[in-house]
């Protein structure tokens, strides 16, 4: 049996890094002001960051290709600059991913984070230790955890994206054409055999991703000290 392409593989995996990167820069802050925040916008914009998990992705997907089309602000703007346009572009792909995977990242941090609760927070401010020493020497360790979760979960779900991907994105290869693409235009084709291939490879993905998850929950239970 041939082997099918395989570049849509390493683009995918390519996308995926880049967007599990960014989403720990800023995801990170987000999960801690929901973790920790009294305000009344608190409901709003948790409602706001878990709109991809019930939002169709054609619909995000269109709106994104709205937005970011050169005719936008923003799409002038990109094209002014870089020459290139941000739809169907890689740019524009990681735009994309990064709105749809918001929820995978910042879930399992605020949770980590509320696990935390301000205690150890408090303590180490009793020993002069700034915020921002008090996040990283002891905050962060204790979450660490929920860090691992986020970032699989995020690396996974940008994966196997599909509609989001399709609508900013379209099909170039080289560029845009991601493994669940690929795996549908096989499909299309008929080319069941290559479709197979890269199915198999996802499916086993899946299945590894979520059995690391649980055992990760199961073997090393979140504590505080």
């Not at 890094?17 to 990170?28: D, Q, R, S």
């Not at 002069?128 to 970032?151: C, E, Q």
């Not at 940008?158 to 549908?184: C, D, R, W």
């Amino acid at each position: 049996m041939e082997l099918p392409d395989l570049a849509p593989l390493w683009l995918t995996i390519r996308l995926a890094a880049v967007t599990t990167a960014i989403l720990l820069i800023l995801g990170t802050p987000v999960a801690w002001w929901l973790a920790f925040t009294r305000s009344r916008a608190r409901s709003a914009v948790e409602a706001l960051t878990a709109l991809p998990l019930v939002l169709p992705p054609t619909v995000l997907g269109f709106y994104l290709l709205v937005f970011l089309s050169p005719t936008s602000p923003v799409g002038a703007l990109w094209v002014n600059v870089t020459g290139h346009t941000l739809t169907f572009s890689f740019a524009g792909l990681v735009i994309a991913s990064v709105l749809y995977s918001l929820p995978f990242m910042v879930q399992p941090l605020q949770a980590a984070f509320e696990t935390v609760g301000r205690g150890p927070l408090e303590a180490a401010a009793t020993l002069r230790a700034s915020p921002v020493d008090a996040f990283f020497t002891v905050a962060a360790p204790i979450a660490l955890r929920g860090y691992l979760t986020a970032t699989v979960l995020t690396f996974a779900h940008t994966i196997g994206e599909f509609g989001v991907v399709l609508m900013v994105g379209g099909n170039i290869p080289g560029q845009t054409k991601v493994i669940s693409i690929a795996i549908y235009e096989h499909v299309e084709t008929i080319n069941y055999a290559s479709a197979h291939v890269l199915s198999a490879i996802l499916l086993l993905f899946s299945f590894v991703v979520l059995l690391f998850v649980y055992v990760m929950n199961r073997r090393f239970p979140m504590h505080v000290s």
